[in-house]
């Protein structure tokens, strides 16, 4: 079983920053693939970028590349999504996700952290 807390959301103008870091327990975390998703309401959750569990591998979602980085500490378990140049439509619910191959489906989430940027 693989326990994962969300923290670093918040409120914040558009064109700021925030950095989502998620600790996971559990398991080895080297092995796991861990992921962001996100989802606003009344929408459909959204894969936001996922990196592997040798930090050698990344993917993000095509309304976040090229602002969003995933990075992963494997020494303190945990995951990071740094977000800049952040715009009103990122705001959502963010969750941490964790699975065993990159590209596949994820078996463990977090209770996800909320962000919300202003206009």
């Known amino acids: 079983q693989v326990q994962l807390i969300e923290s670093g959301g918040g409120l914040v103008q558009g064109g700021g920053s925030l950095r989502l870091s998620c600790v996971a327990s559990g398991r080895t975390f080297s092995s796991l693939v861990m992921g962001w998703f996100r989802q606003a309401p009344g929408k459909e959750r959204e894969f936001v970028a996922a990196?592997?569990?040798?930090?050698?591998?990344?993917a993000y979602g095509y309304s976040v590349d090229g602002r969003f980085t995933i990075s992963r500490d494997n020494s303190k378990n945990t995951v990071y999504l740094q977000m800049n140049s952040l715009q009103p439509e990122d705001t959502a619910l963010y969750y941490c996700a964790a699975g065993h191959f990159f590209g596949g489906t994820y078996d463990y989430w977090g209770q996800g952290t909320q962000v919300t940027v202003s206009s």
């Open positions: 990196i592997r569990g040798d930090g050698d591998a990344t």
